[in-house]
């Protein structure tokens, strides 16, 4: 089935065209590869702390690391979501 005649069905289901654009960068090698950056850089977020933990820095700073860490995770993981729920949305998933 073409792209086209998957949009247009997305579309008579309600789906807006943002959605039908961002599912269909959900099904890109390109999108693929920013999920396994997004996780690497995850990763590199979790590890700030330890760092921090190692080299002797006081509560107060790492509390503060802790709140800025968990607070860009969820912000990429809002980028993520969006993605992944139109998707869901279009392809019925």
């Keep these: 089935m073409s792209s ?3 949009q ?3 579309e008579k ?3 807006t065209t943002e959605e039908i654009q961002l599912a269909t960068m959900s099904k890109s090698a390109g999108w693929k590869i920013l999920q396994e950056f997004i996780d690497r850089v995850e990763e590199d977020l979790d ?6 933990i190692e080299n002797g820095s006081p509560l ?3 509390g503060l690391n802790a709140i ?5 995770k969820e912000i990429i ?3 993520i979501n969006k993605v992944a729920d139109a ?3 279009v392809n019925g998933k």
């Design 68 to 72: 800025v860490v968990a607070t860009t």
């Design 87 to 89: 998707a869901e949305s």
């Design 8 to 10: 247009k069905e997305a």
């Design 60 to 62: 107060e700073q790492l």
């Design 47 to 52: 590890a700030l702390n330890l760092k921090a």
């Design 13 to 15: 289901k309600g789906a």
């Design 77 to 79: 993981r809002k980028i």
């Design 4 to 6: 086209f005649v998957k």
